[in-house]
């Protein structure tokens, strides 16, 4: 079977192509608000190489609104076209920590992270978002735009992420900053 995997939870846009475990196809493009044009391109180089696709994964989250929504959008519009399946995951869970408990964290912007924590490579806690203050006592493993190492979700480990999960609804952990009139 080939599956597509797509993830745009973070700054970078990412697309890969496997046959069964086997990598056919990876890449990826960093631009925090490129989302919506690099997948498509990226999906454009991953066709020439392999056409068959038999079903989509997709990172649902945490991470920002409008990036996070171009790739969930682009996944399942593509999954509609081709009238194959489509499977979320979280996204976090698919960041490759070589550790038995671990915090990892993306950059949610306005001074918080998005995090979750795991041990031996299950999530336990979270995905929540918080200020890094509100859990500073904890090593956290940082990635993403304003940390220090930057880490992102790995394409074969959200594949085998989808073995386990099928997440419906994208991981949107705050309220949204629109309000309607009458409540301002």
């Given at each position: 079977?080939?599956c597509?995997?797509?993830?745009?939870a973070?700054?970078?846009?990412?697309?890969?192509?496997?046959?069964?475990?086997?990598?056919?196809?990876s890449?990826?493009?960093?631009?925090?608000?490129?989302?919506?044009?690099?997948?498509?391109?990226?999906?454009?180089?991953?066709?020439?190489?392999?056409?068959?696709?038999?079903?989509?994964?997709v990172?649902?989250?945490?991470?920002?609104y409008?990036?996070?929504?171009?790739?969930?959008?682009?996944?399942?519009?593509?999954?509609?076209?081709?009238?194959?399946?489509?499977i979320?995951?979280?996204?976090?869970?698919?960041?490759?920590i070589?550790?038995?408990?671990?915090?990892?964290?993306?950059?949610?912007r306005?001074?918080?992270?998005?995090w979750?924590?795991?041990q031996?490579?299950?999530?336990?806690?979270?995905?929540?978002?918080?200020?890094?203050?509100?859990?500073?006592?904890?090593?956290?493993?940082?990635?993403?735009?304003?940390?220090?190492?930057?880490l992102?979700?790995?394409?074969?480990l959200?594949?085998?992420?989808?073995k386990s999960?099928?997440?419906?609804?994208p991981?949107?952990?705050?309220?949204?900053?629109?309000?309607?009139?009458?409540?301002?």
């Amino acid at each position: 079977m080939n599956c597509l995997v797509i993830d745009s939870a973070t700054d970078r846009s990412s697309l890969a192509l496997f046959s069964g475990n086997d990598l056919l196809y990876s890449g990826f493009h960093d631009g925090a608000t490129e989302h919506a044009e690099a997948l498509p391109k990226l999906l454009a180089e991953c066709l020439r190489v392999e056409n068959r696709v038999d079903q989509v994964v997709v990172g649902m989250g945490p991470g920002p609104y409008t990036g996070l929504r171009v790739g969930i959008i682009f996944a399942q519009s593509f999954a509609c076209a081709r009238q194959i399946s489509w499977i979320g995951v979280c996204s976090l869970d698919g960041i490759d920590i070589d550790s038995h408990s671990y915090i990892v964290s993306t950059d949610a912007r306005r001074k918080e992270i998005y995090w979750a924590r795991y041990q031996d490579g299950l999530r336990v806690e979270g995905p929540k978002v918080s200020s890094p203050i509100e859990i500073k006592d904890i090593e956290i493993m940082r990635f993403g735009h304003g940390f220090t190492d930057a880490l992102y979700p790995s394409m074969a480990l959200l594949l085998a992420k989808s073995k386990s999960q099928d997440i419906r609804q994208p991981f949107y952990l705050r309220r949204p900053d629109a309000t309607e009139s009458s409540a301002r």
